[in-house]
């Protein structure tokens, strides 16, 4: 058997203003409203309110036989509240179905496993709380921020949070070593189940779609479910196979256009899947009960994630901006918790976010790159003046 796993990342970050030197002291609008407001607005139009739509078409029409699960992070539901009451009983609305499984990560989407260990266990559990109030739901499924992982993660979790049973990793080429990411892993320790995204067929969908210098374009939903079918053709002793297929949820809509054909694409893509007597959709909670074979001990001594074709941290952590942008929002979180400054650590925990520091990416900027087409900044030395700027402020507050 053939076993789809669905999930999609679902996050907005906090923007920040494009704070001035001469701001400091001045003003304490770190966050630029305006920006973050518009930019959830587009997407809410373009990919949540659709997308969400068509999910729960699809729930509700097959009846149980179509799952999905989503990574939901506490700044966007505090987005979607605040700018879109309409797209967070969407996803209320979506929960309710039946159909969905909800998995936890840091609240703010931080990269705190690496930079702050107490930071990092705090996130979760105000992540799984948040989840539990929001949406009446009790993860047990941990996806870390960027899919990043490594064997100290595993025994984080292990000794901080029993019911976490699962994690989401990228599928990396130099942690599988020639293996298939169609196959779970057991973590180094033995204390949780591993599911490897495919980063191919993913990616196939989330980046490579609407790409006209592509050579499968345009890829149609009978090709790429052949190309599912055709990855049962490996396995010659039964074993069953877990297709992971990872993605921002921003794919549908926002990412590739409706305009591409990818909402018409993925419904037909599904309701294909769904006549094939071999293939069956899963949420990642339910591979363990699944399993017919022992899986192989994985070991990751060093942080992998899905980012770029290094598949490391160079996406958030390549340069002296970010490094240093990083060590001093941790500092200076630290510094606000010793001092009980409850109303700076709620700020700093929002620079915590990681997109601030891929905006900070100079390894690709300059070509175009993905990393510049998410940044809604000049440039990577821009963006850190700013962040600059605004921990300095902070950090006089501190002192107050």
């Known amino acids: 058997m053939l076993y789809i796993i669905f999930y999609f990342q679902v996050h907005q970050p906090f923007r920040i203003n494009k704070y001035k030197v001469f701001d400091i002291n001045e003003s304490v609008a770190y966050f630029d409203e305006e920006l973050n ?10 990919c949540y309110l659709p997308a969400n739509a068509l999910f729960k078409e699809l729930i509700e029409t097959f009846e149980g036989q179509f799952k999905i699960s989503y990574s939901i992070t506490g700044t966007f539901i505090e987005q979607a509240k605040a700018y879109r009451p309409d797209v967070y009983d969407s996803f209320l609305d979506l929960v309710k179905t039946g159909g969905v499984e909800l998995l936890n ?34 993860p047990t499924v941990f996806r870390n921020t960027e899919l990043i992982y490594f064997d100290k993660l595993s025994d984080l979790l292990l000794s901080n949070f029993p019911q976490i049973d699962t994690i989401l990793i990228e599928g990396a080429d130099k942690i599988l070593r020639g293996d298939s990411p169609l196959y779970a892993r057991i973590s180094y320790n033995h204390g949780h189940l591993l599911l490897l995204k495919h980063y191919k067929l993913s990616d196939d969908i989330a980046f490579r779609f609407s790409d006209r210098n592509w050579e499968e374009y345009p890829l149609t939903a009978e090709r790429y479910v052949s190309w599912i079918k055709d990855l049962t053709l490996m396995e010659k002793e039964g074993r069953n196979l877990y297709l ?62 899905w980012a770029d074709t290094e598949r490391d941290l160079s996406a958030w952590l390549s340069n002296p901006l970010q490094w240093n942008a990083m060590k001093t929002c941790y500092e200076l979180l630290k510094k606000a918790k010793e001092k009980g400054r409850k109303d700076l650590i709620t700020l700093l925990k929002k620079l915590t976010t990681s997109d601030h520091f891929y905006y900070m990416c100079i390894k690709y900027f300059q070509d175009g790159d993905v990393h510049k087409y998410f940044s809604p900044y000049d440039s990577p030395e821009e963006v850190y003046r700013y962040y600059i700027a605004i921990l300095t402020d902070i950090e006089e507050r501190l002192e107050e």
Do not use: C
């Open 105 to 138: 990560e840091t609240y703010y989407h931080s990269l705190a496993s690496i930079f702050d260990l107490e930071e990092f266990i705090e996130q979760v559990e105000e992540h799984a709380e948040l989840i539990k109030k929001e949406f009446g739901f009790i």
């Open 37 to 46: 407001r518009f930019v959830f607005n587009k997407v809410s139009e373009k």
């Open 244 to 305: 992971n297929l990872f993605m921002d949820y921003e794919t549908f809509g926002e990412h590739q256009w409706k305009e591409s054909g990818i909402f018409d694409f993925i419904k037909r893509v599904i309701e294909l899947l769904l006549k094939e007597k071999n293939i069956k959709f899963l949420w990642p909670s339910e591979v363990k009960s699944t399993l017919n074979y022992k899986p192989k001990t994985l070991s990751v001594p060093n942080p992998t994630s």
